[in-house]
Every structure is written in structure tokens, then in C-alpha cells.
């Protein structure tokens, strides 16, 4: 096969080959996710867009499969090292292995991978898109990274914890184990949505969720049709194996070296570890607890150290007693990975870097314009500044555990020894914004820390729950907090009225320019005698250096047996924020803690924070601001981290149902909300609970008859529906207007249409003559290439 020719270098996006009689054959996109256990695959990821991605690498996968043989891991091997040759050093390198990917796989595959049992046929057709005809039982699992393995259809392979989808074609039911959590549920129909609309010929089948059995009697009988009555208790759930961030804090490295003919291992560091021991002609093995295996070539290393990199990896795996599917990634000097880069305590990209700056370090000068920090999200993150902070501000002082409001004379004169809340007041694009400061000085006790952040919680209630808040520690404060002080910040060291009242005449003085002006870096000892000594102290107006080296990563936050477990989501949108979530955003310089309006820990995230901090393997500062941002509520500091922004991604269309809603408030259940979804007339099966081949039959002429009044909704990402309601299918049948669609804002759309499957509505020959394809063959493509062309044509 001459690569070249097909080599997808030089376009951004996903391509997947597998191993097929001794080669490898590309992979439709439309079967992506999809993994065959006795096969092999290669991955390769290129960044779509420069900018998106601030100039990361490729990321090139080979993949394991289970049952996968010699011959087939041979080819995977071979053409990986060939595309690896292409593409040049840009390139990092990951070996995979099945149910133990890294989180840089899982998240190309949204909502999930499915891993299929045996090999691909010989007619290579992957997926079949008008599939009718089967009886398969899933098991579904995981948290933000989902995956669906083929199993057993029995009652056998069921347990208490975990989602289980028994496919029959034109039914599909998803029955969630007891002790299964809401968003687990959410995630799970998501994938199971996903599966109807890529292999029931765009959605051509019904979904059935019993999320308790006693309240979906006849999708119960269906499931013992075809797995028999269950007889005994379900079993509990497999203990979860989750790493969590202090397990991944125990970092070693490894100089790895030839010494005659023995090959050498030698400890070199542990964490803080620094770029400097990374030497250009040599070849390092870094050991992130067991978890994962990183290994960094230098550029100047050997072409024999190079292609021996995944060996010498195995090896070090095999010598340390690790389990074989331990992952690997191999980077290459100045092609390193973000997560590899973070291992250590600073970061400098010296060798390209210098080059073009002369070596010298640039400090950013700019003159602000509100207008464009409230219009370029991306600005305002990346200068961490809401506005030029000339909004209202607000400030009060914890004083025996309660807030007192302090003088807006004195408002820019902070003790040590306290702690301050300061609420600042700002319009962004015609809406009211708050931004909550919770300041606290370095001499300030643990009951006056604790008084700070429960009176932070009663402002929330009163403003509503829609403050921002920021939690910020003396001599790490953030450029905007400077700014709304105009650069008169005054922090008074100790703590004693004497003290306080020095300070205040030494200020007083200093704001007389005609009487005494003190320069920084040239204060006279008495100076620094009025203030009660010379001490740390936020002074820099400037706005801050951009720094590059780092990009922002985002992670799933959850708890396991009381510590904190992350989940990387890499190359990460808004798609990637579930109301069931609590994600932690983090740009280096800030720790964002995004919480969803339907997570159930939010009170676990501040402590979720400064837990990542505490264990971050690069010594991360605890002085870090962290940032509490809630669902709706974003700041333009937080909106500018990602690609694009939809402010109306949440809104709630009144025509619309969630079939599943964490609110407390809602009565409904899963269960319930699916009884009318599905209208099947069904008789009632055998007395023994077991139906054999009539059973079954009768099944699929109920499902046959009732074909022609089934009405498929649209559906979104994060929240799918199906609904038989006589008005929307005349709706839809008949089909709206491409003019009422297209180019269209969300409030401007008709009545009852779901803004993110609004193309769905067309009629079929609209539909053809806009996308040059039929409805069946669009929802068959890839989630992401319908995407583009929806971007494209005006109905996204």
C-alpha cells in the first residue's frame, strides 16, 4: 500500500484503518467507534484548526483488540511505524489496549465506544445502516468516557451498577441498574440514541428505558421473551479500578541508555521534576505511578533509540510488574503532549521560542477596550479580565464570622490578618454579571476561612445563585481584581491598631503627589517601617504574559472512595459540559470549576480544586485562583477557552421533554417518560416467562404494524426524545418551509422545533436537494461531519 497516496496528513480530522489479511484498509466514517475484538487498529488525529489547538501535534494510536493475533498486531505495527516515518517528529505516539484506552482515545468517540465480538466479515461492511434483523445484549459503562461491550444475552451477564441494552432491532430497551446514578443514565441513552440513529437506517426504531421494573411491565415481558424469566438476585456491580490524582502524583523519571551491551535503567528524578533534565541526545522513560508510561526522545537521539521506543516501553512495563495493557505514549523533543508537558514544573518552549524573541522575556502592554473584552471571549480569557474594571464594586470584611460593609474610601485597604468578600458589578452585552471575590490574607484563622466561604454561600442565595466566585489568597491576585482598585491595593501587614493606623496615614501621604511621591523598587527604609515591614505584595499593573506553553485541559471531576478522580476530555467544546457534570477547567495562571445545573457535589468542588492543586505531580502553586462558574452563568474569562460558544445551548424550548431530569422537583421518572414514548400493543407472553420463536414473531408484527405511525423526534447530544404526539407529526410529515429553518435564530424557529435537529424538519426532497443526500444517509455519518455540513449550510 503506498501511504502517501492516502496519507491524511493534510487534512484535519479523524482516520482509522484496521487490520484486514495481513494489511490495513481504511475505516468508513460512518462505522467509527466501532471496534471488532480480533482485530487491530491504527488512529491518527490531526488538529483541525492551528488555532484551536495552538499548534499541538498528531496524535497516532494502535490499537489492541482482545482476540486480536500475531498477524494482525504485525501489520498494525508496521504501517503504524510507516505513517509514523510520513508524518515526521510532530507526531505523539499511543499503543492502546481494548476496555483500557487512554482518555485522548476516548474522546474521539462521542457518546461511546462499542466494542464487537469476533472479526469484521469478509464483505468488510462495518456497520449496517438498516439493520433489523438481531438480538444483542450491551453492557454498558463508564462516566464521562462511555463504552458498550457485546455480551451474553442472558440474564447472566447483568449486575446492579451498570446499564445493559438489549437490541432486537426495532426495539431497543435500556434497563439502568439500581444503583446507577442520573447522569450514568443520561450518558447511556445518549449511546444508545447514537446506535439507533447510525444502524437503524436514521433512527427507524423504538427505545424503551426500564428504569424500574415495576413500572414498565411490558417492556419487562419483552426483555423475558427473549432472556427467560431471571431466576435469584442480580449481583453487585465490579468494584470501579479508578485512579485517582494522588496515585497519579507518584512520578519517576528514567534515564535510559546502552552501557556495552546491556541496556540501563537508571533513576534520575522525582517530582518537582524540571525541563532541564531532559537532554536533547538522550532518551528518558517517565513513570506516572504505573498509570501511564511516557517515553521523550531527544531530537539528537539515535534512529535505533527511536524505533526501539515501544520495546524498550514494554520492557520497562514487563520489568516494574505492571499490568500489560499499561498505556504508552512516546513523545518527541518539541512535539510534546499537553498532559506530558504538565508533569513538570515549568515549562519553556526555548528552542523555538528564544529564536523569535531574541531571548528576551516580553511583557504584554495593552491598552484596554471594553468593548472588545465583552465581544472576543477569547481576549478576556486570555488576559484574565472581564472588563477594564470600572463596574460597581462592593466590599465587606469578615469580622467575629460575620460580613460588615466596608467605607468605599477603604475599600482598596485590605488587612492581612482578615478576610474580604468583594462582589463586582458588570454589564456584558446587555446583561447584568457578578463576580464574586473571596479574598483571604495570609495571617487570617481557619474559623474566619470557614465564616468567608458560608457567607459567600448566603450572597449566592440572595443574588439568586448566579455569582461567579473566585476564590483568591493574598499575593496571588488576578489581574482584574487588581483593576477594579485602579492600582491603589494597600495590604496592611500584622494586625494591631497601631499598625493599621500607620498604614493609613502613610497612604494618605503617598495619594498627595504634592507633598511626597514614593517610585516602586525605590522606597526609603521608613516606608517600608510604616507598613510593619517589607512583605510579598501584588503590585504589577501590567497585564499579564501570555503563556503558551501550557494549553487549557479539561477534566470530569468525581470522587472515589473519598479521593478525587479526573477524567481527561481532550480537544473539548461545550458539547462536552452535561448539566450532570462537575468539570475542572485548568488554564495554568486559574482553576475553573464548571458546575452543572443538575450535579449532585457541588459543594465538594472548591475542595475538588485545591485537592488538584495539592496533588498536581508539578508542584503546582495552592495559592492558584480557583473559580466557581455555574451552567448559564459563564464569564467571557471562562466562555474564551473554548472554540466556539452557543449562549443558547441551554435553553429550554417550552414544547420540550428531557427523558431524563435530575431535578428534584420533577415527579416523572425515566420509566414513565418512556411508557409514552412507546405505544405497542402488546399480548401477553406464556406463563413460564418464556417465548420462543412465536413470542418473538408476534413481537416484531406488533413492531411491523405500528411502524407507519411511528414518529422519530429529533434529538440533541444532551438530551434525547422521542414523542408520538399527533400534532408534531403532522409537522413533520408534511415538512416546514426551508426559509422558517435556515440561517434562523432559536427564538425565531417555529413552535416545537429542537434548535439542534432543526435540519430534521425539512421535507425528504428539501432535505435531498439542500444536502445532496437523503435524511437516512445524513444521520449515518459521523456526529461531527454532520456538524460541518449543518455549520455549513445555515442549521446550526
Not at 484506552?101 to 457518546?111: A, N, Q
Not at 522575556?361 to 484574565?384: E, M, N, W, Y
Request: hydrophobic residues 35%.
Amino acid at each position: 500500500m503506498d501511504i502517501s497516496k492516502g496519507l491524511p496528513g493534510m487534512q484535519g480530522g479523524l482516520h482509522i484503518w484496521i487490520s484486514e489479511n495481513r494489511k490495513m484498509v481504511p475505516v468508513p466514517e460512518g462505522a467509527y467507534g466501532n471496534f471488532f475484538e480480533e482485530h487491530c487498529y491504527v488512529i491518527l488525529h490531526v488538529p483541525q484548526s492551528p488555532k484551536a489547538t495552538q499548534g499541538a501535534s498528531s496524535d497516532l494510536h494502535y490499537w489492541v483488540g482482545k482476540q486480536a493475533g500475531a498477524e494482525a498486531q504485525g501489520a498494525a505495527e508496521a504501517f503504524q511505524q510507516r505513517l509514523q516515518d510520513e508524518l515526521g517528529g510532530q507526531t505523539v505516539l499511543h499503543r492502546e489496549a481494548q476496555g483500557h484506552e487512554s482518555d485522548c482515545f476516548c474522546s474521539y468517540f462521542r457518546p461511546g465506544i462499542i466494542y464487537r465480538k469476533g472479526g469484521l466479515a469478509s464483505d468488510l461492511k462495518h456497520v449496517e445502516t438498516n439493520l433489523f434483523n438481531i438480538q444483542r445484549l450491551l453492557h454498558i459503562k463508564g462516566r464521562k468516557h462511555v463504552s458498550a461491550t457485546e455480551v451474553e444475552l442472558s440474564w447472566n451477564s447483568f449486575n446492579k451498577g451498570d446499564i445493559f441494552l438489549l437490541d432486537l432491532g426495532k426495539m431497543m430497551i435500556q434497563w439502568n441498574g439500581p444503583k446507577t446514578s442520573i447522569s450514568e443514565k443520561a450518558r447511556g441513552l445518549a449511546l444508545t440514541y447514537s446506535l439507533r440513529d447510525r444502524e437503524r437506517g436514521g433512527g427507524r426504531a423504538q427505545i424503551g428505558v426500564v428504569d424500574d421494573e415495576a413500572k414498565a411491565p411490558d417492556l419487562m415481558q419483552i426483555m423475558e421473551a427473549v432472556l427467560g424469566r431471571r431466576v435469584g438476585s442480580l449481583r453487585a456491580a465490579t468494584p470501579s479500578k479508578d485512579i485517582n490524582q494522588l496515585q497519579k502524583a507518584n512520578v519517576r523519571l528514567y534515564h535510559v541508555y546502552e552501557k556495552g551491551k546491556d541496556l540501563v535503567v537508571l533513576e534520575l528524578a522525582t517530582p518537582p521534576l524540571t525541563q532541564d533534565l531532559l537532554q536533547e541526545e538522550d532518551f528518558y522513560i517517565l513513570d506516572q505511578g504505573g498509570f501511564k508510561i511516557y517515553v521523550w526522545q531527544g531530537r539528537m537521539s539515535s534512529l535505533q533509540e527511536r524505533k526501539a521506543a515501544f520495546s524498550r516501553a514494554v520492557g520497562f512495563i514487563q520489568a516494574k510488574g505492571y499490568p500489560t495493557y499499561t498505556n504508552v505514549e512516546v513523545v518527541n523533543d518539541g512535539a510534546e503532549s499537553a498532559a506530558f508537558k504538565q508533569l513538570f514544573r515549568t515549562w519553556s518552549e526555548k528552542r523555538r521560542r528564544n529564536q523569535k524573541l531574541g531571548g528576551r522575556d516580553k511583557s504584554i502592554h495593552v491598552k484596554l477596550d471594553v468593548g472588545k473584552l465583552h465581544t472576543q471571549p477569547k481576549l478576556a480569557a486570555q488576559l484574565r479580565m472581564v472588563d477594564d474594571g470600572s463596574g460597581k464594586v462592593e466590599v465587606w470584611c469578615i469580622q467575629d464570622l460575620h460580613r460588615q460593609p466596608v467605607d468605599p474610601k477603604r475599600h482598596g485597604q485590605l488587612c492581612a490578618g482578615n478576610c474580604y468578600l468583594v462582589l463586582y458589578t458588570y454589564q456584558r452585552l446587555g446583561r447584568v454579571q457578578y463576580i464574586l471575590y473571596l479574598w483571604q490574607g495570609h495571617q487570617a484563622t481557619a474559623d474566619e476561612i470557614e465564616a468567608l466561604n458560608s457567607n459567600a454561600e448566603e450572597l449566592d442565595v440572595m443574588y439568586g445563585g448566579v455569582l461567579v466566585q473566585e476564590h483568591v489568597t493574598m499575593g496571588s491576585e488576578p489581574p482584574h481584581f487588581l483593576a477594579i482598585f485602579q492600582g491603589q491595593l494597600v495590604i496592611f501587614q500584622g494586625c494591631n491598631g497601631d499598625q493599621r493606623e500607620m498604614a493609613r496615614v502613610v497612604v494618605t501621604v503617598i495619594s498627595r503627589k504634592n507633598e511626597e511621591t514614593v517610585l516602586e523598587g525605590q522606597e526609603p527604609p521608613h516606608f517600608w517601617e510604616a507598613l510593619g515591614g517589607r512583605a510579598p505584595y501584588p503590585s504589577n499593573k501590567r497585564l499579564p504574559e501570555e503563556v503558551p506553553s501550557f494549553q487549557p485541559r479539561l477534566f470530569e471531576c468525581s470522587s472515589h472512595m473519598g479521593c478525587l478522580v479526573l477524567a481527561e476530555v481532550g480537544f473539548f467544546s461545550q458539547e462536552d459540559l452535561d448539566k450532570y457534570d462537575i468539570m475542572l477547567l485548568d488554564t495554568w495562571q486559574e482553576i475553573f470549576l464548571w458546575l452543572g445545573e443538575a450535579a449532585s457535589e457541588w459543594k465538594e468542588a472548591v475542595a475538588w480544586g485545591q485537592e488538584y492543586l495539592k496533588t498536581h505531580p508539578a508542584g503546582r502553586s495552592p495559592a492558584t485562583p480557583i473559580v466557581l462558574v455555574k451552567q448559564g452563568h459563564e464569564p467571557p474569562t471562562f466562555i474564551g477557552w473554548f472554540f466556539t460558544w452557543d449562549p443558547y445551548k441551554w435553553t429550554s424550548h417550552p414544547s420540550h421533554k428531557e427523558v431524563v431530569d435530575g431535578s428534584p422537583a420533577a415527579a416523572s421518572t425515566i420509566s414513565e417518560i418512556t411508557a409514552e414514548v412507546n405505544n405497542l400493543r402488546l399480548s401477553r407472553w406464556p406463563g413460564n416467562g418464556r417465548a420462543g420463536a412465536v413470542a418473538l414473531q408476534a413481537l416484531k408484527g406488533s413492531q411491523d404494524s405500528s411502524e407507519n405511525d411511528l414518529v422519530r423526534s429529533p434529538k440533541s447530544a444532551g438530551s434525547r426524545t422521542s414523542s408520538s404526539v399527533s400534532s408534531t407529526s403532522a409537522t413533520i410529515n408534511g415538512g416546514l418551509r426551508r426559509e422558517q429553518l435556515m440561517h434562523q435564530a432559536v427564538e425565531d424557529l417555529p413552535e416545537g422545533v429542537d434548535p439542534a435537529r432543526r435540519e430534521f424538519y425539512l421535507s425528504d426532497s428539501d432535505f435531498q436537494d439542500i444536502f445532496g443526500k437523503s435524511k437516512e444517509e445524513f444521520y449515518s455519518m459521523a456526529t461531527w461531519r454532520q456538524r460541518q455540513e449543518k455549520k455549513q449550510l445555515g442549521f446550526f
